[in-house]
T-cell receptor
Framework: GNSVTQMEGPVTLSEEAFLTINCTYTATGYPSLFWYVQYPGEGLQLLLK?????DKGSNKGFEATYRKETTSFHLEKGSVQVSDSAVYFC??????????FGKGITLSVRP | DTAVSQTPKYLVTQMGNDKSIKCEQNLGHDTMYWYKQDSKKFLKIMFSYNNKELIINETVPNRFSPKSPDKAHLNLHINSLELGDSAVYFC?????????????FGEGSWLTVV
């Protein structure tokens, strides 16, 4: 079946540091890939997505590239802000748009 | 304007009770979902409806029963609540069941069973 593996957390960074959150997947066929973000006490918001190999999703300074050869969709940001503190979920979409999520990783950014 | 709205946002109830969570979307979407987030923040799909027809039914106790009266609504009824049902329940919707469609989530309903 489909699965998503995220790096273990939590992650704590200083403001303006570079961020990488690793995500790899196992899937049949050609899934679409997503990053969702959950701010404290809130629901899930789509951060970015990519629907085919080599696509790059980007939003709010975050980027991720769909790498079919390494089955990865790593999230990066060049300079994080305190307001980026949240839980980040990598997910893939399979049949019937069923989302399979990774375990999530908590990011804390210090001023 | 809230796209996917759920009520109630917080619910504290005793074991053995029956409760419902309501969900409405004003996006004109055809597909709606229920996801459960446990205490470790792990998210897992429970159900999905497309045009009021059940298309995903994961391994969920039959105490959980979804109801879709129309395309804009998907309610979740839970019978005989147990301590382990304590979680955050997210309603969501998308334009259709195709992979690649963005899924829009509500703000969640925090259920605590005591």
């Amino acid at each position: 079946g489909n699965s998503v593996t995220q790096m273990e957390g939590p992650v704590t960074l200083s403001e303006e540091a570079f961020l990488t959150i690793n995500c790899t997947y196992t899937a049949t066929g050609y899934p679409s890939l997503f990053w969702y973000v959950q701010y404290p006490g809130e629901g899930l918001q789509l951060l970015l997505k990519a629907t085919k190999a080599d696509d790059k999703g980007s939003n709010k300074g975050f980027e991720a590239t769909y790498r079919k050869e390494t089955t990865s969709f790593h999230l990066e940001k060049g300079s994080v802000q305190v307001s980026d503190s949240a839980v980040y979920f990598c997910a893939l979409s399979g049949a019937n748009s069923k989302l399979t999520f990774g375990k999530g990783i908590t990011l804390s950014v210090r001023p | 304007d809230t796209a996917v709205s759920q009520t109630p946002k917080y619910l504290v109830t005793q074991m053995g009770n029956d409760k419902s969570i309501k969900c409405e979307q004003n996006l004109g979407h055809d597909t709606m979902y229920w996801y459960k987030q446990d205490s470790k923040k792990f998210l897992k799909i429970m159900f999905s409806y497309n045009n009021k027809e059940l298309i995903i039914n994961e391994t969920v106790p039959n105490r959980f029963s979804p109801k879709s009266p129309d395309k804009a609504h998907l309610n979740l009824h839970i019978n005989s609540l147990e301590l382990g049902d304590s979680a955050v329940y997210f309603c969501a919707s998308s334009t259709g069941p195709d992979s690649g469609n963005t899924i829009y989530f509500g703000e969640g309903s925090w259920l605590t069973v005591v």
